[in-house]
């Protein structure tokens, strides 16, 4: 009969084996899901420039705000842009102190697509009016964001793009911002 | 979504419960089959309460992060403008079809089959020397002889229904075959599937199976769950009989002959795998009566250790 010391020799002995092979399935399932972006690049990920995207992607265009609000800078904190399954740019623009994300411009070719895009999204409308951006029709919303905040958006679409701006303050800001967009 | 993250969860359960069972070097059926177990239950049960809990996983920012994206491989193109994706919906279809065709409908026939061997039994007993060779098997055994009926059938045929009246159904080719001994062997193994029938598992198990009826993994880990549970029920006889070797001279006796299982075309492809398949396992049976050996392991935190990897690691890949 075994002692306890050497069952819970076996144990621990298990234990290793057991984490050594988990180590190599997670290490493999990391290389099985590099993989497809090594024969396309045009999946999901993240840039550190619009030029990137530009030179990666070849997206017909790619509309950046030239108004920043007080607080705001260029370049975003966050791009990330796919192609597949649709094609779609979003930015992450931080605010002052560079932790919270205040300002996301997201375009895509798919309507709707920017629940799915943007990490805040406006869930409580207290205010909705259609607005004229430089001929354009444009919903713009006022409400509360899903972390919180006070926020507002601005949807629009053009030819077949669909563009969102989502700004964690007044709507006079964001129509300055948007507008900065259309030339 | 449900169905993709299923299979892909299935995955990752049926690997890591493989590496436990290695690691470990569990052997014992009954603790095996709890570890392939995880392999059913949890991919039906992880991706709701993943999105219970975090309702935007799944969306683009944690498809960044993960460690698995499968719309990555989904949208890649073959054969000229095909994602991916149609080939493995293809699979599902597939592994739904063999479903159905394999399991569903033999279900179906085996009650059906069940019920005709009430109908055989209720011809007299004529045979006084089956009966008494049935009766010198099941004596010692804990099982009422009332509840053996008896078939007239050349073939060898041995089968048990459980429920409120469990029965042994016997045919008298297969008594004429086997010694006593052996049929006592036979018995004790269908004893223990009727006492293994009253624990919910393998219930559970088909349950869980059938509600992935589209899951070629769950399909999979059900089967070797089945095998697993000849074994127990292997040990089970043992238990009963104490004589080993009876068992494994039996089992092999059951072996089906070469000549029956000679079908032509597609048929007979599928007909030679399942015949092959089953060779295997009747031999892996034989093999492990003859060694039997049970783990000395306390398999309570290699179990837990594997689910909380599983629920780990599955909540990263989408």
Same mark, same amino acid.
């Given at each position: ?7 819970? +020799? ?95 411009? !997201?375009?895509?070719?798919?309507? +709707? ?15 909705? !009016? ?17 972390? +919180? ?14 563009? !969102? ?19 | ?94 592994? %739904? %079809? ?45 099982? @009422? ?51 293994? @029938? ?121």
């Amino acid at each position: 009969m075994e002692t306890p010391v050497k069952k819970i +020799g076996k144990i621990s002995r298990g234990l290793l084996w057991f984490l050594v092979m988990a180590a190599v399935v997670i290490a493999f399932l990391t290389a099985v899901n590099r993989m497809p972006s090594v024969i396309r690049d045009d999946y999901a990920r993240k840039y550190n420039t619009i030029e990137e995207v530009k030179l990666s992607l070849k997206p017909d265009r790619v509309l950046i705000p030239s108004y920043f609000p007080e607080g705001i800078f260029w370049p975003p904190s966050l791009i990330f842009a796919q192609k597949r399954p649709y094609k779609a740019v979003v930015m992450e623009f931080n605010g002052a102190g560079g932790k919270d994300t205040v300002l996301i411009v !997201t375009e895509s070719t798919l309507k +709707g697509s920017d629940a799915k895009l943007q990490r805040i999204s406006l869930t409580d409308v207290k205010e909705k !009016t259609e607005y004229n951006l430089k001929g354009k029709p444009a919903i713009l919303q006022v409400g509360i964001c899903n972390n +919180g905040a006070s926020c507002s958006s601005m949807t629009w679409q053009d030819n077949n793009l669909h563009f !969102t701006v989502l700004l964690m303050s007044s709507p006079f800001e964001l129509i300055k911002i948007a507008e900065s967009m259309i030339h | 979504m449900y169905a993709v993250q299923t299979v892909l969860h299935s995955v990752i359960a049926s690997v890591l419960a493989d590496c436990a069972l290695l690691a470990w070097n569990l052997k014992t059926p009954a603790v095996k089959q709890r570890f392939r177990f995880l392999a059913l239950f949890l991919p039906v049960a992880l991706f709701p309460i993943y999105q219970a809990i975090f309702p935007r996983r799944g969306d683009v920012y944690f498809r960044l992060e993960s460690l698995v994206d499968a719309n990555k491989w989904f949208f890649l193109d073959i054969w000229g403008g095909i994602p991916l994706l149609a080939l493995f919906v293809a699979i599902l279809i597939l592994t %739904a %079809a063999i479903f159905f065709v394999q399991e569903f409908v033999p279900i179906v026939f085996q009650m059906l089959r069940q019920a005709r061997g009430d109908e055989e039994t209720t011809e007299q007993r004529q045979d006084e020397p089956i009966e008494r060779k049935m009766l010198e098997a099941i004596e010692g055994l804990p099982f @009422s002889e009332d509840s053996v009926e008896i078939l007239n059938d050349e073939d060898l045929i041995l089968f048990s229904s459980t429920g409120f009246q469990p029965k042994i159904y016997v045919s008298t080719g297969l008594i004429e075959s086997f010694s006593a001994e052996h049929l006592k062997a036979a018995f004790a193994h269908e004893i223990g599937h009727i006492r293994r @029938s009253r624990k919910p598992l393998l219930l559970t198990a088909y349950i869980l199976r059938m509600l992935m009826f589209y899951n070629p993994i769950a399909m999979i880990e059900f089967r070797k769950l089945a095998q697993e549970e000849e074994k127990v029920c292997d040990d089970i006889a043992v238990g009963l009989t104490g004589k080993p070797g009876a068992l494994a001279e039996a089992i092999d006796m059951l072996r089906p002959a070469e000549e029956s299982t000679k079908i032509r075309g597609i048929e007979g492809v599928a007909s030679g795998i399942e015949h092959y398949s089953h060779e295997l396992l009747l031999k892996s049976r034989i093999h492990r009566i003859g060694e039997r050996d049970n783990d000395d392991l306390n398999w309570a935190m290699p179990y837990f250790v594997t689910v909380f990897f599983i629920i780990g690691v599955s909540y990263f890949i989408v």
